[in-house]
Structure formats: structure tokens, C-alpha cells
């Protein structure tokens, strides 16, 4: 039996509310349970005061607190004018999640780059001199082998 048909089973026995097609029920409970879990990381984040929150961070991670916070609000407010019947994509929040894109790009950017190794400039030319082949002059070899043709 395929999950799809179980779940039809399941949520048959469920008596599944007939005001939305059985099709979407699965996403509706997906979307239930994120709703959910947001809830709680909402309850665990307002139980500790912003201040003290920011205080235990660096300056950086200030940063990223603030964007996320400031990219979830403005994430909500496009669900909410979605369900509203209004069409995010022409309201002035789609500029908004834009602009805070571009700023949580900056941080990664610079966060980023405090992770990338730095290049110590004297012995990356040493070992490349030393790795690279040099031949050897061609009257060197001969006077090589005069000399131990001589003795």
C-alpha cells in the first residue's frame, strides 16, 4: 500500500474537515507543525530580554540576530498579506526582504572572509621555487664529465 493511500485511510478515520480539498491536508499539517515549532523558538527567544540576549554576542552576531529577526518579521507579514487575499509580490515588503538580503549577504561575505586562511606570502614562493623543475646549464654537465673522464 503506498503512503499516500494510508494516509487517505488515516485521515478518513480522522474525519478530515471537507472545507479544503484532501489533497492539501498533508501541507496543511506541515504547515500546522511549523507554525508550531515557531511558536516555541518565539516563546524560548522572548523569555530571555533582548538586552541580555545581545549582550553575551559579538558584534556580529548582533548582526545576525537583528536580520533574522528582521527577515522572519517581514517573512510573517507576507504570509499574513498572502492569506489576506493581497499580493506580496506588489507590496512594498518585497523590497524590504530585498534590502535584507543584501545586508545578511554582507555579513556572510565578511564572516567568510574571517574564516578564509591567510596566505603567508614567503613560504607559498618557497615551496613553489622549490616544486618548480630548473634545468641544469648544458656546459656544466660536460664539465662534469670531463672531469671524471680525467681521473
Known sequence: MKSFELELIVMAGE????????????????????????????????????????????PLEQAKVDL?????????FWVYLATQGVNPKEHPV????????????????ITDKKKAGKLDRGAASRFVKNALWEPKPKNASKVANKGKSKN
Request: charged content about 30%; glycine content about 2%.
Open 94 to 109: 518585497k523590497q524590504e526582504l530585498e534590502r535584507i538580503r543584501v545586508y545578511m549577504n554582507r555579513v556572510k561575505e
Open 68 to 76: 533574522v529577526s528582521a527577515y522572519t518579521l517581514n517573512s510573517m
Open 15 to 58: 474525519g478530515i474537515n471537507e472545507d479544503y480539498p484532501v489533497e492539501i491536508h498533508e501541507y496543511l499539517s506541515t504547515f500546522e507543525n511549523s507554525i508550531g515549532a515557531v511558536d516555541e523558538m518565539l516563546k524560548t527567544m522572548m523569555s530571555v530580554s533582548r538586552n541580555e540576549l545581545l549582550q553575551k554576542l559579538d
